[in-house]
């Protein structure tokens, strides 16, 4: 008596179908991590474990969980520095304030208190200079 060989369509491995399965839901992953979520967030979100989203990112995009969310997180950090740049321009006071403060490392004291100079300028101050 003769056997067929399976082939790899026919042997059944076992396991619940792939989270992760479809172009669509990997994008969907990418996109989720402009959230900034954790792994566990992560995982309820797309209703697995937190090793089948490690898998997925590694598999995918041979990177880790951490290094993957800092990656997408990009774009969201820029969307937020364009609007409060926006806000700043369209006279939103505070946002300008904090803006000069966070993007361009203004601060409140007007110089420095250990070193004259900044960036090449001298600054004279006082009777004698």
């Given at each position: 008596?003769?056997t067929k060989?399976?082939?790899n369509?026919?042997?059944n491995?076992?396991?619940?179908?792939?989270?992760?399965?479809t172009?669509?839901?990997?994008?969907q992953l990418?996109?989720?991590?402009r959230l900034?979520p954790?792994?566990v967030?992560?995982?309820?979100?797309?209703?697995?474990?937190?090793t089948?989203?490690?898998q997925a990112?590694?598999k995918?995009?041979?990177?880790s969980?951490r290094?993957?969310?800092?990656?997408?997180?990009?774009q969201?950090?820029?969307?937020?520095i364009r609007?409060?740049?926006?806000m700043?321009?369209?006279?939103?006071v505070?946002?300008?304030?904090?803006s000069l403060?966070?993007l361009c490392?203004?601060?409140?004291q007007?110089?420095?208190?250990?070193?004259?100079?900044i960036?090449?300028?001298?600054?004279?101050?006082?009777?004698?200079?």
């Amino acid at each position: 008596m003769m056997t067929k060989k399976k082939t790899n369509k026919q042997i059944n491995k076992g396991g619940r179908p792939g989270v992760f399965n479809t172009p669509e839901k990997v994008e969907q992953l990418r996109q989720f991590m402009r959230l900034k979520p954790t792994l566990v967030d992560t995982a309820n979100f797309f209703q697995c474990g937190t090793t089948t989203i490690e898998q997925a990112i590694k598999k995918h995009y041979q990177s880790s969980f951490r290094e993957f969310r800092a990656q997408n997180m990009v774009q969201t950090r820029y969307a937020l520095i364009r609007k409060a740049i926006q806000m700043g321009n369209s006279g939103n006071v505070p946002m300008l304030i904090f803006s000069l403060k966070n993007l361009c490392g203004w601060a409140d004291q007007p110089f420095p208190e250990d070193d004259e100079s900044i960036d090449g300028i001298e600054w004279e101050y006082g009777e004698n200079k």
